[in-house]
C-alpha cells in the first residue's frame, strides 16, 4: 500500500534539468516532508506527483496503478493538491471554493451528496462559521484552510502540498501543518509536502526526503537524517543541530551583530508544535 | 494586495435573495420585453401592439392591411432586426468577456486585451479600404473573412508565443496588448492613407453601430450563439476550476488547462470577430457585461455565462435605444453610448463599496 515513484526525471527545457533519477517510497499514513533549496526540485517533483507538469521518465505508481495512465478525472479522485494560497482573483463563498474539490466527480451540478461531501470537508477543517463568507474577506491561514479543505473534498488518497505555508505567519503555518499530519493519520492517506522550514518538518513530518540539484540525497526520519555536515553542504551554511522534546532542529550559524546576544530570540513554547 | 476591482463584487447572493437560476429566467423575460420596446422607440410612431401586430402576422399568419404594410416593413425591415442584434452582439461580446476574465483571471481583460477585437477591427478596415481602391462595395462576407481572419492570425501568434512559455495567464495578456497597440496603429493608418470615402465609411465602421442591421446578420449570430453557448456552458466548471483556483490546480482537479483555454479563445475569437464585423467596435460591453452580472449572480460561470450574456445583451440594446432618442432624428453610434454609459457605470462599480481605501 504505497506511492512509488521509480527512477523519475524530468526538464523544462533541454538545457535544464530539474530532477535527475528520483526514487522515493511512502506508505499510506506517512506525512513525507520534501527539503531542499532553491530550485532543488522539490516543486517539480510535488507538480509531477499532481500531474500538473507531464512524467516523460521514470514511474509514479500507487498501489499497483501507474497513475500516469489514469484518466485526468481519475487521477484527480485519487490525487489532490494543494498550492500556496494567495490573492483570489475573484470573490467565492468558502462553501463555493470547497465545491471545486468535487470538479472530477460530478457533471454540471453538484449532487445532494457533493454538497455534504464539501460540509463536511469544511466542518472538519473547522470552517462551518464562515462558510458563506468570501474567501478574499478570511486571513491568510482560514484561506490556506480553505484549500485544505478543498483538497479533502476532493476525498483524496494522495494529499500533496506545495509550500503551503510559505507566506503565512508562524501560528499559521504550524495550525496547517497540525490540520495536515491529523488527515494524514486519520484518514490514512499518502502526504506530501514541499516545505522550506526544516524545524517544522521535524516536527509534523514522519519522514523527510532532501533534495540537492534535482536528487533525493537523503531520506528517512528526521532524526536520522538531519546531519549538519549534510545540511551544511545542500543548504551552503554553518548549522547548528539540537534537540528538543524528542525532535531535532536546526539553527543556521549567523554572526551576531555587535550588541545583540547571540541568542536573542526565544526559542517557540514546546505546547505549541504539538 | 487586495484587488480593488473583485474587493466591489459580491461572492454569491445572500440567503432571502431569488435564486439564481430565477434569476436568469427573469432577465430572459426582461430581455424579450426590452427587445419589443426598443423596436417602438423613433421617429415613426410605432405602438407596442403594432409590434405584437407584426410578429402575429408573420409568425402566425394574421392578415395584414394595406394601412399597416409601412408599420409592418418598418418593423420586420428596419426595427426587429436591429433590436435583435444589439441584443445578440451585446450577448456575445460579454459572454466573450466572461471567458476572457475566467481564462485569464483577471477582471480587467476583455476580447480587447488579446488584441482580438483590434485585429477584427483591422481586417475589416483593410477590406474596405482595399475594396474600395477597387472600385467595388465591400461586400459583407468578405469584411467578416477579412476581420475574421486576421483575429485569427492573432489568437494563433498569441497562443503560439504564450505556450512556448508554458501558456502563463500573463504572458497572454502581455502579448495581446502588444497586438491591441499594433492593431490600433495599423487602424490608424488605414485611415491615414484611405480616400475620404473610405475614410468616412472606415471611421463611422469604427464607432461600432447596429444601423445597418440585416436578418441574415441576426441570423449568422444567432446560430454562432446558439452552437457556442451551449458549449460554454458545458465547460462552465472547467472555467471554475482555472478562474478559482488557478491552472496548477485546476489541472489537479482533472481539468485539461491548454486544451481547455485553447478550445475557449478559439470559441472566443469566432464569436468576436463575426460580431466586430457586423457591427464594427463596440468595446465596453465586453468588459462592463461581465462585472454587471458578477454583481448580480456571483463569480460562479454556470450562472455567470448565460446571465452575461443577458446583461450584455441589454447593455448594448438599451444603448441604441439611447442613442436613437437622445438627438432624434440624429442616430449616435452605439459604440460611442455604450463607451458613455459603460464607463462611468463601471467607475460606479467599482467605486460604489467603498473599497478603494482598502487596497
Redesign the interface.
Known amino acids: 500500500m504505497t506511492l512509488s515513484v521509480e527512477g523519475v526525471a524530468f526538464s523544462y527545457s533541454r538545457s535544464r534539468a530539474v530532477l535527475h533519477d528520483v526514487n522515493l517510497t511512502v506508505r499510506r499514513g506517512e506525512f513525507v516532508g520534501l527539503l531542499g533549496p532553491n530550485g532543488s526540485g522539490k516543486s517539480t517533483l510535488t507538480k509531477l506527483l499532481a500531474r500538473v507538469n507531464r512524467l516523460r521518465t521514470g514511474s509514479i505508481s500507487f498501489e499497483d496503478r501507474q497513475l500516469g495512465r489514469l484518466r485526468m478525472s481519475e487521477h484527480a479522485k485519487v490525487v489532490a493538491y494543494v498550492p500556496q494560497s494567495g490573492e483570489p482573483t475573484f470573490q467565492l463563498s468558502v462553501r463555493e471554493s470547497v465545491l471545486l474539490g468535487r470538479t472530477p466527480y460530478f457533471g454540471m451540478r453538484p449532487r445532494r451528496a457533493d454538497w455534504e461531501v464539501v460540509d463536511a470537508a469544511i466542518e472538519h477543517m473547522g470552517l462551518t462559521d464562515m462558510a458563506s463568507r468570501s474567501v478574499g474577506d478570511l486571513s491568510g491561514g482560514q484561506a490556506q484552510r480553505v484549500l485544505v479543505a478543498r483538497a479533502v473534498a476532493q476525498e483524496p488518497e494522495i494529499l500533496l502540498l506545495d509550500e503551503p505555508t510559505s507566506a503565512l505567519d508562524l501560528r499559521y503555518q504550524v495550525e496547517t501543518l497540525r490540520h495536515v499530519r491529523d488527515l494524514t493519520r486519520g484518514r490514512n492517506l499518502v502526504s506530501l509536502i514541499a516545505i522550506h522550514d526544516l524545524n517544522l518538518a521535524a516536527r509534523f513530518c514522519d519522514k523527510v526526503a532532501i533534495l540537492q540539484g534535482g536528487r533525493i540525497v537523503a531520506f528517512g526520519r528526521p532524526n536520522e537524517v538531519y546531519d549538519r555536515e549534510l545540511l551544511e553542504e545542500v543548504y551552503g551554511l554553518e548549522v547548528d543541530l539540537f534537540e528538543r522534546d524528542g525532535a531535532v532542529q536546526v539553527h543556521p550559524v549567523i554572526e551576531a551583530r555587535p550588541g545583540t546576544a547571540p541568542h536573542g530570540h526565544a526559542p517557540l513554547p514546546a505546547s505549541a508544535l504539538t | 494586495?487586495?484587488?480593488v476591482l473583485?474587493?466591489a463584487?459580491?461572492?454569491?447572493p445572500?440567503?432571502g435573495r431569488p435564486s439564481r437560476s430565477l434569476i436568469i429566467g427573469a432577465g430572459l423575460v426582461v430581455s424579450l420585453l426590452s427587445v419589443a420596446l426598443s423596436v417602438v422607440v423613433g421617429t415613426a410612431g410605432i405602438g407596442l401592439g403594432d409590434v405584437f401586430h407584426t410578429i402575429a402576422i408573420h409568425l402566425f399568419g394574421v392578415p395584414s392591411t394595406d394601412s399597416f404594410r409601412r408599420t409592418e416593413v418598418i418593423v420586420t425591415e428596419l426595427r426587429l432586426p436591429r433590436a435583435l442584434l444589439a441584443f445578440l452582439a451585446g450577448a456575445a461580446l460579454s459572454v466573450s468577456g466572461v471567458v476572457m476574465q475566467?481564462l485569464l483571471?483577471?477582471?480587467l481583460v476583455s476580447p480587447y486585451t488579446l488584441g482580438l477585437s483590434p485585429a477584427a477591427s483591422f481586417g475589416a478596415a483593410l477590406a474596405i479600404m482595399l475594396s474600395n481602391k477597387a472600385g467595388n462595395t465591400p461586400s459583407s462576407l468578405v469584411t467578416i473573412l477579412s476581420a475574421l481572419g486576421f483575429s485569427l492570425v492573432v489568437s494563433l501568434i498569441v497562443l503560439g508565443v504564450a505556450s512556448m512559455k508554458?501558456m502563463k495567464a500573463v504572458t497572454l495578456l502581455l502579448v495581446g496588448m502588444a497586438f491591441f497597440q499594433l492593431f490600433e496603429a495599423l487602424t490608424s493608418a488605414t485611415q491615414f492613407f484611405a480616400d475620404e470615402n473610405t475614410l468616412a465609411e472606415i471611421v463611422h465602421w469604427t464607432f461600432g453601430s447596429v444601423n445597418d442591421a440585416t436578418w441574415h446578420q441576426v441570423l449568422v449570430v444567432s446560430v454562432l450563439l446558439a452552437v457556442t453557448l451551449p458549449y460554454l456552458?458545458?465547460r462552465?466548471?472547467?472555467l471554475?476550476?482555472i478562474?478559482?483556483?488557478?491552472?496548477?490546480?485546476a489541472?489537479?482537479?482533472?481539468?485539461?488547462v491548454s486544451r481547455t483555454r485553447l478550445v475557449l479563445i478559439v470559441v472566443v475569437v469566432v464569436l468576436t470577430a463575426v460580431v466586430v464585423s457586423f457591427t464594427g467596435v463596440i468595446g465596453f460591453v465586453g468588459l462592463v457585461g461581465p462585472h454587471i452580472a458578477?454583481l448580480v449572480v456571483?463569480?460562479?460561470h454556470?450562472y455567470l455565462l448565460p446571465f452575461g450574456a443577458i446583461a450584455g445583451g441589454l447593455l448594448i440594446l438599451y444603448a441604441d435605444v439611447v442613442g436613437r432618442a437622445v438627438l432624434s432624428p440624429v442616430v449616435i453610434p452605439v459604440g460611442i453610448v455604450v463607451a458613455l454609459i459603460g464607463a462611468p457605470l463601471f467607475i460606479n462599480l467599482v467605486l460604489s463599496k467603498g473599497t478603494l481605501a482598502q487596497s
Open positions: 494586495m487586495t484587488n473583485t474587493r463584487l459580491p461572492a454569491v445572500r440567503r475566467g483571471r483577471n477582471p508554458r456552458f458545458a462552465a466548471k472547467a471554475n476550476a478562474a478559482f483556483a488557478g491552472d496548477d490546480a489541472a489537479s482537479l482533472g481539468v485539461n458578477r456571483g463569480s460562479d454556470r
